[in-house]
C-alpha cells in the first residue's frame, strides 16, 4: 500500500529557489508548473520525477518564479510505479499534463481533511496518477510517430489520389512507406482522419460524379474510369457514398 505523509498543489517558491535534500525515506513525487533545473538540467513546464526513497533530489528556478505540486510517501511507491513504467529519478516531460496537478489537489485534500477511508482513496488516486503518465507517455510517443511519417503519408496519398484507378490495396500502400498493413492503416487513420481504402473511395466517387455530369460516359465506363472493376461493385460505392444509384444521380442533376 502506498501512504502518502504530505502533499501540496500548486505549491509557489520564489525566482532563485534552490533545493538539494536527501529523501530521508520517503518517495518524492514533483510536477513543474514552470520550467526548472533538475539535476544540473533544464527541463520545461510538464515535467515530473519520482525520487527514490533514499536518493537525492536537486532542482531550482535560477530565471523564474516555481510553481510545482509534490508529495512525499512511504510503503509500495517504486512497486505501484514500476508496474506503469514510471521510472526513479528519471525527469519526463509531458505536453499535457494537466492532470496530474488534478490528482495532487484531490490527494492534498484527502491528506488534509482524513476523511473515512482517506489512506485507500490517496493510494488509489496514486495508481491513478501513474496510469494517467503511462496513457500520456504513449500518446506522445504515437504522436512523435505521427510526425515522423507525416511527410511519406502526404506524399503517398497524392500519389494514390493523382492515380485513384489504379489498384491500391492496403497491402500496397503499407509497403511504399515501409510499415506493417496494422500500423498503417493505424497512422493513416490518425493523420486524415479516415480509413485509407474509404479515402480511395470518395475520392473515386468524386471523379464518378463529374463523368456523369459530363454525360459522354455510360455508367459502365464510368466504373472502369474510376478503377472498379465490377460496375455491380461500382453502383453499391456510390449509392453508399450518395445515397442515390450513378443513374438516379445524373438524372437528379
Request: charged share 30%.
Amino acid at each position: 500500500m502506498v501512504e502518502v505523509s504530505l502533499a501540496r498543489a500548486m505549491w509557489k517558491e520564489p525566482k532563485g529557489f534552490s533545493l538539494r535534500q536527501n529523501g530521508r525515506g520517503e518517495y518524492v513525487f514533483l510536477h513543474f508548473r514552470s520550467p526548472a533545473i533538475i539535476e544540473g538540467e533544464k527541463y520545461e513546464k510538464g515535467t515530473f520525477v519520482l525520487y527514490g526513497k533514499n536518493d537525492w533530489r536537486s532542482f531550482s528556478s535560477p530565471d523564474c518564479g516555481l510553481l510545482h505540486d509534490w508529495f512525499h510517501a512511504i510503503g509500495d511507491v517504486e512497486a505501484e510505479a514500476e508496474l506503469f513504467g514510471v521510472e526513479l529519478n528519471k525527469p519526463c516531460t509531458l505536453p499535457y499534463s494537466d492532470f496530474i496537478s488534478e490528482i495532487i489537489t484531490e490527494i492534498e485534500l484527502e491528506a488534509l481533511q482524513k476523511r473515512i477511508g482517506w489512506r485507500e482513496l490517496v493510494c488509489a488516486k496514486v495508481r491513478e496518477l501513474f496510469v494517467r503518465i503511462k496513457r500520456a507517455e504513449t500518446e506522445k510517443a504515437s504522436a512523435s510517430e505521427e510526425r515522423a511519417y507525416r511527410e511519406e503519408f502526404l506524399k503517398l496519398r497524392g500519389e494514390v489520389m493523382m492515380r485513384y484507378n489504379e489498384e491500391w490495396s492496403v497491402e500496397r500502400m503499407a509497403e511504399r512507406v515501409s510499415l506493417s498493413v496494422s500500423r498503417f492503416y493505424q497512422l493513416y487513420r490518425e493523420i486524415f482522419g479516415i480509413a485509407p481504402q474509404k479515402d480511395l473511395q470518395s475520392t473515386r466517387v468524386e471523379h464518378a460524379k463529374q463523368l456523369l455530369l459530363q454525360g459522354q460516359h455510360s455508367v459502365g465506363e464510368i466504373a472502369e474510369l474510376t478503377g472498379y472493376n465490377s460496375i455491380y461493385h461500382f453502383i453499391r460505392q456510390f449509392k453508399l457514398i450518395c445515397g442515390v444509384t450513378p443513374g438516379k444521380y445524373n438524372a437528379r442533376q
